[in-house]
């Protein structure tokens, strides 16, 4: 793994400290659409403040944060996007994902983080959000959280279904499934593939509208409950566990693997997704971020690694496991597969 060389000045701790004022440079752009503004060449401090609304001095104060951040370059008087900014950051674009930004990151991760210190000292107070089930027991924090997560894992659901042949499969168990993402795109890319999604009740009401968006509702089913807690459908050909581990207490983990075992037909597939560090836990730095991050609503995670993960599959009697990187730099993917009757 390569690690950042150590650091050896105060500016580059101040770059890490002071980071948080760029990241809320950038949401509060999104906010308010400065770089769908600047698209389609670029204005004038004047341009961005008609169209966004701010008052000139201050859209200003903020293209000035952007254009040092690199996110918006100047030209004498007039502003544009950088490639990054208008690939990724401005409405209809095919690779958006600002909304997934301003929504899940800004409103919901970036508050958390101002309890990370009570979460990692025990400290929390009981009103305090120490769980997905209490976090999505507000219909409404559901629906922001589990919209924006929908349009991130659309992408890695494709990228999935082409890393696993899956075509022998006809049966999908996809516990902790949010909205049915994954299940989207696995069904979408194996015609013979049904679903079958265990999220909490807030969380499947909305998975069934773009279930239904994506006209898969004869084939993705949704079963509302606690995953650690209810009963789940037996002699599935697939079994997904898709960022499930950083949202569960780590001790219930191998009982995780070992259900997964259980509830698998032989041969069938086991494939677990999520932010996993290098087993030196060197990096990478934002699967580590990432996992620090859930301690401040899950405290009870565990920073896991992939050798873990594959571990735990091991000692459940999975075989042919594979691990590789899933989102660059950020997630990993463990492949087993329950051996086969009579191997
Ligand atoms: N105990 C649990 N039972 C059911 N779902 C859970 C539990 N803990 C966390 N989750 C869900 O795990 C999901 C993590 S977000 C990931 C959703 C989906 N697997 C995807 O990759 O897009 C959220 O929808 C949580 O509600």
Not at 36 to 42: M, N, R
Not at 293 to 315: D, I
Not at 325 to 338: D, L, R
Request: aromatic share 8%; with cysteine; hydrophobic share 40%.
């Amino acid at each position: 793994m390569s690690l950042p060389k150590p650091l050896e000045s105060a500016e580059q701790i101040s770059d890490i400290a002071f980071g948080f004022m760029g990241s809320k440079a950038l949401f509060s752009a999104l906010h308010v659409d400065l770089f769908s503004a600047l698209a389609d060449g670029g204005g004038s401090v004047e341009d961005v403040a008609g169209k966004t609304g701010l008052d000139p001095d201050r859209a200003m104060t903020l293209l000035t944060a952007l254009t040092t951040l690199g996110l918006v370059v100047r030209n004498g008087k007039a502003y544009e996007n950088a490639p990054a900014a208008d690939a990724f950051l401005v409405k209809g674009r095919k690779y958006d994902f600002g909304d997934y930004l301003r929504f899940q990151i800004d409103k919901q991760m970036y508050p958390f983080l101002t309890q990370l210190e009570e979460a990692l000292t025990g400290e929390l107070e009981p009103e305090q959000v120490s769980s997905y089930a209490d976090w999505f027991s507000d219909a409404e924090e559901a629906r922001i959280y589990s919209e924006s997560q929908h349009s991130g894992s659309l992408g890695p659901g494709r990228s999935l279904a082409k890393m696993i042949d899956l075509s022998k499969a006809r049966t999908l168990l996809d516990v902790g499934g949010g909205t049915g993402a994954f299940s989207i795109s696995l069904c979408k890319a194996y015609p013979e593939l049904r679903s079958t999604v265990l999220d909490f009740p807030n969380v499947v009401d909305v998975g069934r509208g773009f279930v239904k968006k994506a006209g898969l509702s004869d084939r993705v089913e949704f079963n509302p409950g606690n995953a650690l807690e209810i009963e789940w459908p037996k002699d599935r050909d697939v079994i997904l566990m898709s960022y499930l581990f950083s949202g569960v207490p780590g001790e219930t983990i191998p009982g995780l693997v070992r259900a997964a075992m259980d509830h698998l037909a032989p041969g069938g597939h086991f494939i677990v997704h999520d932010f996993m560090v290098e087993d030196d836990r060197t990096g990478p730095k934002l699967a580590a971020l990432w996992q620090l991050q859930h301690v401040a609503f899950n405290p009870e995670a565990r920073s896991v690694t992939s050798g873990w993960v594959r571990a735990l599959m091991e000692a459940a009697g999975f075989k042919d496991i594979e691990i590789a990187e899933m989102i660059p730099g950020m997630t990993t993917m463990v492949h087993g597969v329950k051996p086969a009757a009579g191997a």
